[in-house]
């Protein structure tokens, strides 16, 4: 079974930083792609980034690219979102998930709870 837990939200202010962190418990072979997403208030969860293990490729929303920088610790299962230059439409909860292979986002098997990130 695996769980997912993610860790680092906060409120900050537009154009500092911020780094999320999931950390995946159980079979690092069923996270082999891995993603963070995000839903604001009112809106669709709409991907922002994304770690494919084997071949070792990411992926990212234009609206992130030369701002977020994903990065998977394989030692520790560990999923990362460093945040740069943060702006308002930043604002939403973030959510890691993982599957076992590349799939959309409706189709991941495993999802955390979620962690607020608030930029004012």
């Known amino acids: 079974h695996v769980q997912l837990v993610e860790s680092g939200g906060g409120s900050v202010q537009a154009g500092g930083s911020l780094r999320l962190s999931c950390a995946a418990s159980g079979s690092t072979y069923s996270t082999n792609f891995m993603g963070w997403f995000r839903q604001a208030a009112g809106k669709e969860r709409e991907g922002v980034a994304a770690f494919y293990s084997r071949p070792g490729s990411t992926y990212y929303a234009d609206s992130v690219k030369g701002r977020f920088t994903i990065s998977k610790d394989n030692t520790k299962n560990t999923l990362h979102l460093q945040m740069n230059t943060v702006k308002p439409e930043d604002t939403a909860t973030y959510y890691c998930?993982?599957?076992?292979?590349?799939?959309?986002?409706?189709?991941?098997?495993?999802w955390g709870q979620g962690t607020q990130v608030t930029v004012s």
């Open positions: 998930g993982g599957n076992i292979r590349f799939c959309e986002v409706g189709d991941f098997q495993y």
